[in-house]
């Protein structure tokens, strides 16, 4: 069975730098969204590598992003 780690409060960018120091050991991707209703939706995928690349880009532009409209931030 696959050991499940938290990754709370850690960027798409931070997970996925991890991941690209340890590229020979991926087999697959597993993913959880939290979404604005609080359900959580998970899967995994085997997606090939420039989309996945495509996708934690956006979502670490997205991130910073929100923290740009954070007045407080």
Do not use: C, Y
Not at 18 to 38: H, M, R
Not at 43 to 64: E, I, P, T
Request: charged letters at 20%; proline letters at 3%; hydrophobic letters at 45%.
């Amino acid at each position: 069975m696959a050991k499940v780690e938290s990754l709370h409060g850690t960027t798409p960018a931070e997970i996925f730098q991890s991941g690209l120091e340890n590229i020979g050991e991926i087999q697959a991707v597993a993913l959880s969204v939290l979404w604005k209703d609080g359900s959580v939706t998970a899967g995994w995928s085997n997606v090939d590598m420039a989309s996945l690349a495509l996708m934690v880009l956006m979502l670490d532009q997205r991130q910073r992003d929100d923290l740009d409209l954070d007045p407080e931030g």
